[in-house]
Nanobody
Framework: QLQLVESGGGLVQPGGSLKLSCTASGFTLDYAIGWFRQAPGKEREGVACISRMSGNTDYSGDVKGRFTISADNAKNTVYLQMNSLKPEDTAVYYC????????????????WGQGTQVTVSS
């Protein structure tokens, strides 16, 4: 059974850090994993992705230098380390899977998790 489960969301103050996890059950390593987010009243946007075969990564301009995506293939888990968080990072964060050996946050992803809420506020 293919399943993506996110965890690690919560409330954090501006400038703080949070680490999200995505457990990709049933997905072989030829699936790239991406993180996306959707804020209230806004369209969903790509944040970061990683190919677990090639190791390539891709980031949106808004998060590059602040967020880091990584993978632990033994645990079938992908992480999103988020530093220097801003109020505008507030959104529901989703992980998704795309059967590709090369990741790109602009492509269509086929499988989605349920999401985890991240709120950045003082």
């Amino acid at each position: 059974q293919l399943q993506l489960v996110e965890s690690g969301g919560g409330l954090v103050q501006p400038g703080g850090s949070l680490k999200l996890s995505c457990t990709a059950s049933g997905f072989t390593l030829d699936y790239a994993i991406g993180w996306f987010r959707q804020a209230p009243g806004k369209e969903r946007e790509g944040v970061a992705c990683i190919s677990r075969m090639s190791g390539n990564t891709d980031y949106s301009g808004d998060v590059k230098g602040r967020f880091t995506i990584s993978a632990d293939n033994a645990k079938n888990t992908v992480y999103l380390q988020m530093n220097s968080l801003k109020p505008e990072d507030t959104a529901v964060y989703y992980c998704a899977a795309d059967r590709s050996s090369f990741c790109n946050i602009a492509t269509m992803y086929d499988y989605w998790g349920q999401g985890t809420q991240v709120t950045v506020s003082s």
